[in-house]
C-alpha cells in the first residue's frame, strides 16, 4: 500500500510538536534509519527509538540516541524502565508507531500477535497509529506467507509505504524489497498522521484555547506587548487534540508553528481575541492560557508619533480591555470546563485563588513568572513551567516541569473531570 504522498511535499515545522515512536529492527536497512531521524528530527518531530536486538548488529545505539537526542529503548524487562509499564507507556505516549526498516520476522510476529521483545510487545499495545517500511530480499517479500502477513496487516489498519525495486544488498540480487527513501517515509508519515482523527476521551468535545500575548497598538508602528512566547496554550491545544477534542486555538502574535490537528484564529488585540473566543462558542471546555494585554490605548494615532527635539513625550491615555475568561465563566453558552492562567509576580496562590471565583472559573493554573521564580530560562518565553492547579476546592502544586509535559498533565485532568 504505497502512498502517494511526494517526498518534495514535505516541508520545514510539517511535523512540529509530533510524537514519533520508531522501531528500528534488523536488517541491512536499518543504516537508513540515521537519515530518517534526522529527517523527521529537521521538520519538528520527536523521536523516541527503539531498538530491536537484530538492529544492534547494523547500527549501534549510541549512534541512533545521538541523532534522536533521546534514550534508545531496547530490552522489555528493564528494571529501571518497568517500574511504570514502560511498554504500555511507550505505546501510547506518541502520535505514530513507526517501524522502518520492517522485516519479514516483525511483520510475522504483528500479524500473529505474538509479543517475546520490546518492540513486538509495544505493537501490539498501541492504539496509535501505525506505520509499516518494509525492507527485505525479494524472494522475502513475494513469498506466499509474507503476502498472507501483509494482508492481515493491512486488514488491521495498519499502513505501508514501500518497498521499492533495486539493487539488494546481497550480490546479484535485484527486485522489489527496498526500504523507501528516509524522505518518502517522511511523507507518509505526514499523510498517515493528518489522515488520521484521533480517538480518545475526548472525542466529541469542542474546546477553545487561547495562546500568546496581544499587541494593543499605540501608533501605526508602535504596540503594547509582554514576553508571552505562546509555547504553553499552543502545547495545551494540541495536547487536547491528541485526546480527540476538536479545537479552535485563538492565537494572538508568536512564531510558533500551528498545532497539526488544531484550528487556528489568529488576532493582534485583546478585543480581537475575545470576539474570535465567542465566535468559537459553543463548546465544552475553554482554556484561556493568553496572556492578554490589561489595557489598550484608547485613542491609537493614525500616524507615526514623531518625537520632538525638547518636549516629553506625549502622553498616553490608557482603557481597560475586556476580561475573555469573565466574560467566558459567566457566559450564557459557558462551557462546561473552563480553565484560566494566572501569571504572577507574587503569592501566585492567594492571587490565583481570588480570581478562581471573580471569573467563574472550574480551574486556575497559576504560576510564577518572576525572576525569583527558579525556573530555568524564566517562565514567559521560556520553556518550562512550574505551576499551582487550583479547584474551587483543590489546589496542587505541580513540579517544574517542560511546557508539552504540562500541556499533556492539564489536558488529562481535563478529560478526567469531563467524565
Same mark, same amino acid.
Given at each position: !500500500?504505497?502512498?502517494?504522498?511526494?517526498?518534495? =511535499?514535505t516541508s520545514p515545522d510539517s511535523l512540529s510538536g509530533t510524537r514519533v515512536l520508531l522501531i528500528i529492527s534488523g536488517g541491512i536497512a536499518a543504516y537508513k534509519s540515521l537519515d530518517l531521524i /534526522?529527517? #523527521? *528530527? =529537521? *521538520?519538528? +518531530? /520527536?523521536? *523516541?527509538? &527503539? !531498538?530491536? +536486538?537484530?538492529a544492534q548488529a547494523f547500527v549501534t545505539p549510541l549512534a541512533v540516541g545521538a541523532l534522536a537526542a533521546d534514550k534508545v529503548f531496547t530490552e522489555l524487562f528493564s528494571r529501571e524502565d518497568e517500574q511504570d509499564v514502560g511498554h504500555i507507556r511507550l505505546a501510547r505516549d506518541c502520535d505514530l508507531v513507526l517501524v522502518a526498516p520492517a522485516t519479514a520476522n516483525i511483520m510475522a510476529k504483528m500479524a500473529q500477535g505474538l509479543t517475546d521483545d520490546l518492540a513486538s510487545t509495544i505493537l #501490539?499495545?498501541?492504539? *496509535?497509529? &501505525? #506505520?509499516?517500511?518494509?525492507? !527485505?530480499?525479494?524472494k522475502m517479500w513475494s513469498h506466499p506467507a509474507t503476502r498472507r502477513n501483509r494482508e492481515t496487516l493491512a486488514g488491521d489498519g495498519i499502513g505501508f509505504v514501500g518497498p521499492g525495486r533495486g539493487e539488494m544488498a546481497e550480490s546479484g540480487e535485484r527486485g522489489e524489497g527496498r526500504m523507501a527513501e528516509p524522505l518518502e517515509i517522511v511523507a507518509a508519515v505526514e499523510a498517515r498522521l493528518f489522515a488520521f482523527k484521533p480517538i480518545g476521551p475526548l472525542s466529541g468535545r469542542r474546546a477553545i484555547v487561547t495562546s500568546g500575548p496581544t499587541h494593543e497598538p499605540i501608533d501605526p508602528v508602535r504596540y503594547i506587548a509582554n514576553r508571552s512566547s505562546g509555547r504553553q496554550g499552543h502545547a495545551i491545544a494540541a495536547a487536547l487534540a491528541r485526546l480527540g477534542a476538536e479545537v479552535t486555538l485563538v492565537s494572538g502574535p508568536v512564531t510558533l508553528a500551528d498545532p497539526k490537528g488544531v484550528t487556528v484564529v489568529r488576532v493582534q488585540t485583546a478585543v480581537e481575541m475575545r470576539d474570535a473566543v465567542l465566535a468559537a462558542l459553543p463548546a465544552d471546555i475553554a482554556v484561556m492560557v493568553a496572556a492578554v494585554a490589561d489595557w489598550r490605548v484608547a485613542d491609537v494615532a493614525g500616524g507615526k508619533i514623531k518625537k520632538a527635539p525638547g518636549e516629553d513625550p506625549p502622553p498616553l491615555r490608557l482603557t481597560e480591555n475586556p476580561d475573555i475568561l469573565k466574560t467566558v465563566g459567566h457566559h450564557a453558552q459557558r462551557p462546561r470546563l473552563v480553565?484560566?492562567?494566572? +501569571? =504572577?509576580? @507574587? @503569592?501566585?496562590? @492567594?492571587?490565583?485563588r481570588s480570581k478562581l471565583a471573580r471569573k467563574g472559573a472550574d480551574f486556575i493554573v497559576a504560576n510564577d513568572v518572576s525572576a525569583a521564580s527558579g525556573v530555568a530560562g524564566g517562565v514567559m518565553g521560556g520553556t518550562r513551567n512550574r505551576v499551582t492547579v487550583i479547584g474551587r476546592d483543590s489546589e496542587d502544586s505541580w513540579p517544574e516541569l517542560d511546557k508539552d509535559a504540562v500541556a499533556e498533565r492539564l489536558a488529562g485532568l481535563i478529560a478526567s473531570r469531563l467524565d
Amino acid at each position: !500500500m504505497p502512498v502517494s504522498q511526494s517526498p518534495s =511535499e514535505t516541508s520545514p515545522d510539517s511535523l512540529s510538536g509530533t510524537r514519533v515512536l520508531l522501531i528500528i529492527s534488523g536488517g541491512i536497512a536499518a543504516y537508513k534509519s540515521l537519515d530518517l531521524i /534526522r529527517r #523527521l *528530527r =529537521e *521538520r519538528g +518531530a /520527536r523521536v *523516541r527509538p &527503539v !531498538m530491536t +536486538a537484530g538492529a544492534q548488529a547494523f547500527v549501534t545505539p549510541l549512534a541512533v540516541g545521538a541523532l534522536a537526542a533521546d534514550k534508545v529503548f531496547t530490552e522489555l524487562f528493564s528494571r529501571e524502565d518497568e517500574q511504570d509499564v514502560g511498554h504500555i507507556r511507550l505505546a501510547r505516549d506518541c502520535d505514530l508507531v513507526l517501524v522502518a526498516p520492517a522485516t519479514a520476522n516483525i511483520m510475522a510476529k504483528m500479524a500473529q500477535g505474538l509479543t517475546d521483545d520490546l518492540a513486538s510487545t509495544i505493537l #501490539l499495545a498501541t492504539d *496509535r497509529p &501505525v #506505520l509499516l517500511a518494509p525492507a !527485505m530480499n525479494p524472494k522475502m517479500w513475494s513469498h506466499p506467507a509474507t503476502r498472507r502477513n501483509r494482508e492481515t496487516l493491512a486488514g488491521d489498519g495498519i499502513g505501508f509505504v514501500g518497498p521499492g525495486r533495486g539493487e539488494m544488498a546481497e550480490s546479484g540480487e535485484r527486485g522489489e524489497g527496498r526500504m523507501a527513501e528516509p524522505l518518502e517515509i517522511v511523507a507518509a508519515v505526514e499523510a498517515r498522521l493528518f489522515a488520521f482523527k484521533p480517538i480518545g476521551p475526548l472525542s466529541g468535545r469542542r474546546a477553545i484555547v487561547t495562546s500568546g500575548p496581544t499587541h494593543e497598538p499605540i501608533d501605526p508602528v508602535r504596540y503594547i506587548a509582554n514576553r508571552s512566547s505562546g509555547r504553553q496554550g499552543h502545547a495545551i491545544a494540541a495536547a487536547l487534540a491528541r485526546l480527540g477534542a476538536e479545537v479552535t486555538l485563538v492565537s494572538g502574535p508568536v512564531t510558533l508553528a500551528d498545532p497539526k490537528g488544531v484550528t487556528v484564529v489568529r488576532v493582534q488585540t485583546a478585543v480581537e481575541m475575545r470576539d474570535a473566543v465567542l465566535a468559537a462558542l459553543p463548546a465544552d471546555i475553554a482554556v484561556m492560557v493568553a496572556a492578554v494585554a490589561d489595557w489598550r490605548v484608547a485613542d491609537v494615532a493614525g500616524g507615526k508619533i514623531k518625537k520632538a527635539p525638547g518636549e516629553d513625550p506625549p502622553p498616553l491615555r490608557l482603557t481597560e480591555n475586556p476580561d475573555i475568561l469573565k466574560t467566558v465563566g459567566h457566559h450564557a453558552q459557558r462551557p462546561r470546563l473552563v480553565v484560566g492562567f494566572a +501569571a =504572577e509576580t @507574587d @503569592d501566585t496562590v @492567594d492571587n490565583g485563588r481570588s480570581k478562581l471565583a471573580r471569573k467563574g472559573a472550574d480551574f486556575i493554573v497559576a504560576n510564577d513568572v518572576s525572576a525569583a521564580s527558579g525556573v530555568a530560562g524564566g517562565v514567559m518565553g521560556g520553556t518550562r513551567n512550574r505551576v499551582t492547579v487550583i479547584g474551587r476546592d483543590s489546589e496542587d502544586s505541580w513540579p517544574e516541569l517542560d511546557k508539552d509535559a504540562v500541556a499533556e498533565r492539564l489536558a488529562g485532568l481535563i478529560a478526567s473531570r469531563l467524565d
